[in-house]
């Protein structure tokens, strides 16, 4: 039977901790993304289903922008701002 290679604990720990700040990061940028699309859209034009849907459309867009400016800002393979992920 063959070993299995598990990484070191250091590695795990680090991963974990990286993974964490990055997931943070991307949830509360959604929450505000999506609070500010929905406001946006559907407050000044008394929402439908159609403008709700916009509302979508524009939190999609503002996602994309938040990861071409973190890609742009810093030469990485993440959409993330934060730092060393």
Known sequence: MTDFPLPSTQTVIK????YG??????V??????????????????????WYAAGAGGVGA????????????????NSASLARGV
């Open 21 to 26: 700040r990055d997931l943070l990061e991307r």
């Open 61 to 76: 867009v503002l996602a994309l922008v938040k990861g071409l400016v973190a890609r742009w800002r810093d030469v990485t």
């Open 28 to 49: 509360l940028s959604t929450f505000l993304q999506a609070g500010i699309a929905g406001v946006v859209v559907t407050q000044p034009l008394d929402g439908s289903m």
């Open 15 to 18: 991963t974990a901790k990286t």
